[in-house]
């Protein structure tokens, strides 16, 4: 099998471009996009919290009896915060999330503009133009990007390797130890994709292997490979070991609890999904592209009676894994948006080779003039949709945060005792609690706390003791325990959206923001933000701070 062009062609566009527009779309998300899964919040926003100031909310995944996250992810992402760290005192801790998601957008964006300069080497100036095109409006490439979690880790290191794969072979490899070498990257940070991020990325190096196992230096790669990977996982053995305060392998652990569920411990217990919720969140993502990129098979049928088809004639091989990534999911009950991101460059690349060779067609069969109209009209739409999707998601969801940065400006001054020290309360909503890297910078000034409110039966974090703690009572099986509430009387805040809740007697409502309500609300124009459109067809509720005791003027 052939998995090199004839001729490679060096016409791109400048890189640079394509970088500074990526890191202008990637701060503007960092900036502007609510966190939109809770497991993002407490899985790792809290232990990084944890690690920082001490104190922060665990989940059960983090007790030392399960050991399914990596102390290693987590103490990684804390060094990229030392230059920030310096300034503790003076800034508020808000500073080293924004600071956080700002890091993980632009090296998104770097990695982004580099895989897109890697196709245009491959595919040449037009489909490379194409895959740019398509990141700068790629909503779920930028979404992730920003998101501190492992899959967003493993899409970064996804768009690294494929970087290395389509350059192989080009004039700048001319030798074997060149290739060697670039083999060598491409297995480092595949590796690092799986086993510092996401294990179940596993699928997206296929190809990769298959390849390799073709390629004259296998037995080289191999040790390589064999290296790395044990280097990494004894790194993380010793790092989550110390952590955890007993053996453990915290990679070992989440595929063993994903792979081999019962009926009292497994992913399944937080929900499954059919396949129409996979295509639906990456309609989402991309929009116009994905259907596009699913059309990569009819677009290679065609070629034949281009006069100029893209570029190489092999380019299945590097597009084939998505149809692998697609077909894995579809087998899996559990499914989440994040799983997603490790198809994104696999969606990029076969939406641009479809596109230019729908493009070619259609010269083909109309004028090359109103084929180049239709090629414009389609990016036109496709950014503008992207638009839409985007203010729907800085817009409709943003209350939380809102509401935290009111709660922190206007929290009064008190003396820094336990008796002293406020409670803030959730109940339905806990999962909309942004972090505590929202409240006040004095860790010990403020509690969360979670009330029992009817149908909150699930597990929910508890307040961190040390990370090899065994005393708090968390298990595997999603059930509630009694140390994860507290009483309504306890709390000296209470932020909910369901104000049915709340006895107004010993309540006053502080502050408030308008928070879309999803139960009512047309699924597209949740989706898709339309000016003066979306805000006459959207219903909302009220999301509130409520404060006890307090005599407080109520504000919009």
């Not at 929009?287 to 009676?305: D, E, G, M, R, T």
Request: hydrophobic share 45%; with cysteine.
């Amino acid at each position: 099998m052939n998995l090199l062009p004839s001729k490679p062609s060096p016409r791109v566009y400048p890189s640079q471009l394509y970088a500074v527009g990526y890191i202008i779309i990637a701060l503007t998300f960092a900036l502007y996009q609510p966190i939109l899964d809770c497991d993002e919040t407490f899985n790792y926003w809290e232990p990084l919290h944890y690690l920082f100031f001490g104190c922060g909310l665990q989940t059960w995944e983090y007790h030392p009896d399960f050991a399914l996250r990596s102390w290693l992810y987590i103490k990684l992402h804390k060094i990229l915060l030392l230059p920030v760290a310096v300034f503790r005192g003076k800034i508020h801790k808000s500073v080293y999330f924004y600071a956080l998601k700002c890091i993980l957008g632009m090296i998104t964006a770097l990695t982004a503009s580099r895989f897109r300069t890697a196709v245009g080497y491959r595919f040449g100036q037009s489909i490379g133009t194409n895959a740019g095109l398509i990141i700068l409006g790629g909503v779920g490439i930028h979404s992730a990007g920003v998101s501190f979690l492992p899959s967003s880790f493993s899409m970064v290191a996804l768009f690294l390797s494929l970087s290395e794969w389509l350059r192989l072979g080009l004039d700048r490899c001319p030798d074997q130890s060149d290739s060697t070498r670039v083999w060598f990257r491409i297995i480092a940070y595949t590796a690092a994709s799986f086993f510092l991020g996401w294990p179940f990325a596993l699928p997206s190096a296929l190809a990769y292997a298959i390849h390799c196992l073709l390629h004259d230096t296998t037995h080289i790669c191999l040790r390589f490979a064999a290296g790395v990977t044990l280097l990494i996982l004894s790194v993380s053995t010793v790092v989550d070991s110390i952590s955890y305060g007993r053996l453990t392998l915290p990679v070992f652990n989440l595929l063993r609890y994903n792979l081999m569920p019962t009926e009292h411990a497994g992913s399944h217990l937080y929900g499954t999904e059919p396949v129409s919720y996979m295509l639906r969140n990456l309609i989402l993502c991309f929009n116009l592209i994905f259907p596009i990129a699913l059309f990569f098979p009819v677009s290679l049928c065609l070629q034949p009676y281009i006069a100029n088809p893209p570029k190489p004639r092999d380019a299945w091989a590097y597009t084939a894994t998505l149809w692998v990534l697609l077909g894995a999911w579809s087998c899996v009950p559990h499914k989440e948006e994040r799983f997603f991101s490790q198809m994104y460059p696999f969606i990029v690349l076969s939406a641009a080779v479809t596109i230019e060779t729908g493009h070619q067609f259609c010269c083909r069969i109309f004028s090359q003039t109103a084929a180049s109209i239709l090629y414009k009209v389609f990016f036109a739409l496709y950014f503008c949709i992207s638009i839409a999707r985007s203010l729907a998601l800085f817009t409709l969801y943003s209350a939380p945060r809102e509401l935290h940065d009111a709660f922190r400006r206007t929290m009064p001054m008190h003396d820094d005792t336990e008796a002293n020290q406020r409670t803030i309360c959730y109940s339905k909503d806990w999962y909309r609690f942004p972090s505590s890297f929202f409240l006040p910078s004095d860790s010990e000034r403020v509690r969360v706390a979670f009330v029992k409110s009817d149908g909150l039966d699930a597990q929910l974090p508890v307040p961190f003791r040390t990370t090899q703690s065994r005393d708090n009572d968390l298990n595997q099986s999603n059930v509630a325990n009694s140390m994860q509430f507290t009483s309504v009387s306890q709390c000296d805040y209470l932020m909910t959206s369901h104000g049915n809740e709340v006895d107004r007697k010993n309540w006053t409502k502080s502050y408030q923001r308008s928070i879309v309500n999803a139960p009512t609300a047309p699924w597209y124009f949740r989706a898709f933000y339309l000016p003066y459109v979306s805000r006459h067809k959207l219903s909302f509720a009220s999301f509130c701070l409520y404060s006890k005791h307090v005599e407080s003027e109520s504000r919009p």
